[in-house]
Nanobody, 123 residues
Framework: EVQLVESGGGLVQAGGSLRLSCAASGFTFDDYAIGWFRQAPGKDREGVSCVSTGDGRTYYADSVKGRFTISSDNAKNTVYLQMSSLKPEDTAVYYC????????????????WGQGTQVTVSS
């Protein structure tokens, strides 16, 4: 059974940092792409960042480039999202997702999702 468990969310002031973690199990980690998506109240879910754990390809939304960094620890089956220079508009529930196809993941149509972790950035 595929499981994706997010952690690391919380309340932070604008300009601060948080690191989200996504612990994955139930599949061969190196064969999958894993990414982060977010959904703010009243808005559609949007892709934030993705990584292909096998070859290291990464994707970043324009809104987070230069502020967020995605990384994977293949020994721990965990993907991290280091978020810096946080803005109030980054406030959302952040979800981890996984797919065997990198582009399916980037498109946001993967079948495996975590439960989400709340990130709140105060001004």
């Amino acid at each position: 059974e595929v499981q994706l468990v997010e952690s690391g969310g919380g309340l932070v002031q604008a300009g601060g940092s948080l690191r989200l973690s996504c612990a994955a199990s139930g599949f061969t980690f190196d064969d999958y792409a894993i990414g982060w998506f977010r959904q703010a109240p009243g808005k559609d879910r949007e892709g934030v960042s993705c990584v292909s754990t096998g070859d290291g390809r990464t994707y970043y939304a324009d809104s987070v480039k230069g502020r967020f960094t995605i990384s994977s620890d293949n020994a721990k089956n965990t993907v991290y999202l280091q978020m810096s220079s946080l803005k109030p508009e980054d406030t959302a529930v952040y979800y981890c997702a996984a797919d065997a196809n990198y582009w399916t993941l980037v498109a946001g149509t993967s079948g495996y999702w975590g439960q989400g972790t709340q990130v709140t950035v105060s001004s």
